[in-house]
């Protein structure tokens, strides 16, 4: 039912900065920006989803969540949005699976710059039922523009996102048996703790459990994202020179990978880039 991730939101105090982070970040240009519904939003559309980020804007209910949101946890991860190919069968499996969906809404957007409309249905199922996290389910007609490439040493598209729980089997309970996502890896190891990678489309959903770490058994946290690049060395260098704060390549956990950390101008979010060496 689930065909991949359509995009993740991130929350965002200044949308301008955030924006211009971003692009740096990615060597991309903003794919779409809109305002409407008590938010503004700037879109970057990579190979396989799209980053959506979102800022309060002027008075009512929504705009007011989203500061007490940021007040309350700071700028980051608000949720994640699953694309389907059938929003009504999607519906009818969420229910019969308890996880209480909305109603089916019809919704669009009107891109500021181009003039261009986006339509989309979508649905959110109950976020109590979600272990916590936010999961909007969406069928979009025609896809998003591409960001446009601006530099060599571009982010190309996501590699994984990253669920903490405190749960690790009601997680996979949630992720695999109940959204049908496809567990391709589990594995436990004392310093590091249980990563279980669920496929999702052409990414991964990371659930991470680490010891030590005090979670709520039944709510899990959106913690990271990791995105690919075709040369880590030079888009470190990129980076570097861009005044962007970025650790050494290193080898990664994942055979056939190597890493580094990006530890600015993310929007607080835990960031790491992958390329993937052969075999990976």
Known sequence: MISGLDHVVVLVSDLAAAAASYQTLFARTPAGRSSG???ERVLFTLDNM?????????EGAIADRIRSVIAQQGEGLASLCYRTIDIGRMHRRLERLSLKPEPVAEADSLDAE??????WKRTRAATDATRGVRLFFLELPRERPLSVRTEAASITAMDHVVVATGDPEGAAALYGARLGLDMRFDRSHPDWGRLMFFRCGDLVVEIV???GKDLDA????LWGLSWRVADADATRARLAAAGVEVSEVRTGRKPGTRVLTVRSGTCGIPTLLVER????
């Open 37 to 39: 519904d008590g938010a």
């Open 209 to 211: 459990h680490r010891p």
């Open 218 to 221: 039944a709510r899990d946290r």
């Open 277 to 280: 060496t052969a075999g990976g």
């Open 114 to 119: 181009t003039g261009a409309t986006l339509s």
């Open 50 to 58: 799209t980053l959506e980020l979102m800022a309060p804007a002027g």
